[in-house]
């Protein structure tokens, strides 16, 4: 294949470019901020199942404490009963006297249980309270985290998107100079050699796959019509010369 030097010189433009383009593609894939961004939707999920879960423990503590007061209700009206049963002096036997007495103090022995049971319950309750107060608390620290996050990743997303328009602006301008066959011989390349299509001879090395030429190759490109498009021996990229290939 033959090419105008100026063409081949101007491939190396291109392959410049797209080495760039492919950074910024890679590091807009790698973004930290997202992997932030992740990092803490998942400990928002976290948090969440946290607060739904603790929310059923004080829908149960609740129930719990319902029926316990409703426990220590009943026994405190027996036990008003009993004691008005006592005052109104109906009450004629000793028999019937001694036994509604007994009642009543079981009754109120019973009634302290209860009202510790209910105790017991709302300290569960207020620590409950308490966790719940905490995740959300750290939900909200978080959600304003991720918020945070989100934004950040935005603008570097942007920053990459102006960044990578303005290489392809460049790249397009390049591509239009360039010879069509060279271009489809550049392109293949590319895509079969890790990105890398063209490379100069630098100093006697291929910067391509950065391996010096033997003599027997250099004296053979020295001699190489200017025009002629050539290739890499070890790497069979294309080979650019440039006034620094120490030929
Ligand atoms: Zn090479």
């Given amino acids: 294949m033959k090419a105008e030097p100026e063409h081949q010189l101007r491939l190396l433009d291109l392959q410049e470019i797209d080495s760039t383009l492919d ?50 209700e009943q026994v405190r009206n027996r036990a008003q009963r009993d004691q008005q049963r006592l005052d109104s002096a109906q009450v004629s036997s000793h028999k019937e006297l001694e036994s509604l007495q007994s009642e ?43 918020d945070e996050a989100e934004e950040r990743r935005s603008a570097a997303v942007v920053d990459l998107d102006t960044e990578q328009q303005s290489v392809r602006d460049r790249r397009a301008r390049v591509v239009a100079e360039l010879p069509e066959d060279l271009l489809a011989l550049y392109t293949k390349l590319r895509e079969s050699y890790a990105g890398i299509g063209a490379a100069a001879l630098q100093y006697g090395r291929c910067q391509g796959c950065k391996l010096a030429l033997s003599t027997a190759e250099l004296s053979e490109i020295r001699t190489a019509a200017p025009d002629e498009v ?17 030929l």
């Fill in 23 to 72: 950074r910024l593609q890679h590091r807009s894939r790698n973004l930290p901020e997202t992997a932030e961004v992740a990092q803490l939707d998942a400990r928002l999920g976290e948090l969440q199942s946290s607060v739904t879960e603790v929310e059923t423990e004080l829908a149960d503590i609740a129930r719990e404490q319902r029926k316990a007061e409703s426990d220590v």
């Fill in 104 to 146: 009543i103090a079981s009754l109120n022995e019973r009634q302290s249980e209860l009202e510790e049971i209910v105790l017991e319950i709302m300290e569960r309750r207020e620590a409950a309270e308490n966790r719940r107060a905490r995740f959300n608390e750290e939900l909200e620290s978080v959600s304003a985290q991720r």
């Fill in 230 to 246: 050539l290739r890499c021996e070890e790497c069979r990229r294309i080979l650019v010369r440039t006034t620094e290939s120490g």
